[in-house]
């Protein structure tokens, strides 16, 4: 009794002392949320024609397009892009016949729109609000920063041998403010671009996050910011006031066959989920990731930041037991290096790919991948402070974080524990002189994170892997860490609860207590001694 005391007068002693902000006021996220489960064929609304959520860009505005939608059920979309249709197809790097392509998630909210006009209020189509329509209320969509799905086919296309990523598949997005006053803007139009390869029987599991690879009104030597059109506002038709991705997203769509040329035969696409990462993944340097079988070994494509001299240096670990978010990198194997390209040809689209080596598959397996981050420039030196590529490539680390410095200067090398000063600076510690004169390439300066479970990046190729994997400090697994944790963590140092052991020692004790707290407040979710 008397240790219970004890525990109970220290638990409120440190909830006493949080900031009151990081304690009230917080909108739990709901996530994972289910944007399509595939159960049944969704409607918008019962007065249009051709109400369905899923549809193919129809022909009779486009005849070029010969895809089509097939009966959705058992937790399957199956889209069909026979090769024998008459129709023209696009011309893409001079690819040309049908394909799959302009697989439309459009949740209009109005009456009767049905294409053959613009999308107006008068005609039954508004862009405002619509996609929010078809989600649980109560999401906070400011944090939501993952969508996962999968994808079957029963066709085989190598991945496009380049690393000159326009993306053999690619997802586009429409993006807008709330404050847009017409119904008629889609938003401002981004692109992922992912340079996959598809394999008959093997599934293929998509992570999409908010960088990246292209808008349709920029350049592509143009950069991006992670969560662009609230952190580069504006770039849609008529946007004035940022937005977080999902939060601003009115439609997207999905579509195929751009540098291996079409993709045509049967495809089945799993249930698209949203969620939200807890593990200071690394966003800005892993980006629209894909992962696959190919009958032989393990295969993994993302992008990277565009226009990195000699590309940026990724180190690769995979495990079939379990996460390394959860278990440690420790608990993985390593899979060796994999170096991304600068975008020095002809495109500043930069894919980069690993593969396994040889092995049998698995039922599942996790692949992390942890970039040296480049250092961009030092902006002081007592004490040493270092930035990478700011605005636009975030370090995604925490005060308290340790780091190996590699290439920088003698008096900074090493291993160091940072501070934060922003999302691009963080301070090293040490005093000292040193001259660098900026990234140049693959021998200038990095910072690579050493945590062995937060600060890179994971996708698992398995049965689970279109679903979200959840910090250990998300107690309830509600997809966000917040009170309700913190409240849970409490209950299991009490003896109220059973006991989630972040700590490895075998009981839950206020140092479990202390790390959820810790992890709600925006740090790294500590697990182990």
């Given amino acids: 009794m008397k240790q219970t005391k004890i525990v109970k007068s220290i638990v409120t002693i440190l909830l006493a002392s949080l900031p009151v902000a990081c304690v009230e006021g ?5 996530g994972p ?8 064929v969704r409607t918008v609304n019962s007065g249009n024609p051709d109400n369905r959520l899923w549809k193919p860009y129809p022909q009779s505005i486009d005849p070029s397009w ?6 959705i059920a058992g937790g399957l979309m199956p889209v069909s892009a026979p090769s024998n249709l008459s129709c023209s197809g696009q011309l893409v790097d001079g690819n040309t016949g049908p394909g799959m392509a302009n697989i439309l998630f459009f949740p209009q909210n109005g009456g009767g729109w049905n294409w053959t006009s613009s999308c107006t209020v008068a005609n039954g189509c508004s862009y405002a609000q619509a996609f929010a329509t078809t989600v649980p209320n109560g999401t906070d969509w400011t944090k939501v920063n993952r969508l996962y799905f999968t994808m079957t086919t029963d066709r085989t296309n190598p ?3 380049g690393d000159d990523n326009v993306g053999t598949f690619n997802v586009g997005y429409y993006v807008r403010s709330h404050d847009n006053s017409s119904s008629s803007n889609q938003g401002s139009h981004f692109y992922n671009y992912v340079n996959t390869g598809i394999y008959t029987g093997h599934t293929l599991y998509f992570v999409m996050n908010r960088k990246v690879q292209h808008n349709n009104t920029a350049a592509p030597t143009q950069l991006w910011s992670e ?22 997203e009115t439609s997207f769509y999905l579509a195929a066959g751009v540098n291996i040329g079409a993709w045509t035969g049967n495809f089945n696409f799993g249930p698209f989920t949203l969620g939200t990462e807890q593990y200071a993944e690394p966003d800005d340097f892993v980006s629209a990731l894909a992962g696959t079988y190919n009958g032989s070994n393990y295969e993994m494509v993302w992008s990277e930041p565009k226009l990195v001299p000699g590309g940026v240096n990724y180190h690769m670990y995979y495990s079939s037991t379990g996460s ?4 440690g990198l420790s608990s993985g194997t390593s899979g060796g290096v994999s170096r991304g390209w600068d975008g020095s040809g002809s495109s500043a689209y930069a894919s980069v790919h690993w593969n396994s080596s040889n092995m049998a598959e698995t039922t599942n397996m996790w692949v992390a991948i942890r970039p040296d981050i480049p250092i961009w420039s030092v902006t002081n030196t007592n004490p040493i402070t270092i930035q990478t590529r700011k605005p636009y490539d975030q370090h995604w680390l925490h005060t308290g974080d340790q780091v190996t410095i590699a290439n920088l200067c003698p008096n900074a090398n090493g291993t160091r524990t940072v501070t934060v000063i922003d999302a691009f600076t963080v301070s090293l510690g040490v005093n000292g002189t040193c001259s660098y004169s900026g990234y140049t390439g693959t021998s200038s300066g990095t910072m690579t994170a050493t945590s062995d479970t937060a600060n890179f990046t994971e996708i698992l190729i398995g049965p689970s892997g279109s679903l979200q994997t959840y910090s250990a400090c998300d107690l309830n697994q509600d997809g966000v860490v917040n009170t309700l944790d913190v409240n849970l963590a409490v209950q299991q140092a009490l003896g109220l609860a059973s006991c989630t052991d972040l700590t490895g020692d075998g009981v839950c004790n206020v140092v479990d207590v202390q790390r959820v707290i810790n992890a709600m407040n925006g740090g790294t979710c500590r697990v182990g001694t």
């Fill in 33 to 40: 949320v289910i944007l399509d489960g595939f159960t049944s």
């Fill in 159 to 161: 991945r496009f041998s």
């Fill in 324 to 327: 390394m978010h959860l278990n």
């Fill in 66 to 71: 010969c895809d089509s939608v097939g009966t």
């Fill in 227 to 248: 969560d662009p059109e609230y952190t580069m506002c504006c770039w849609g038709q008529g946007d004035s006031t940022p937005v977080h991705w999902w939060d601003g």
């Fill in 26 to 30: 917080q909108t739990p996220s709901k």
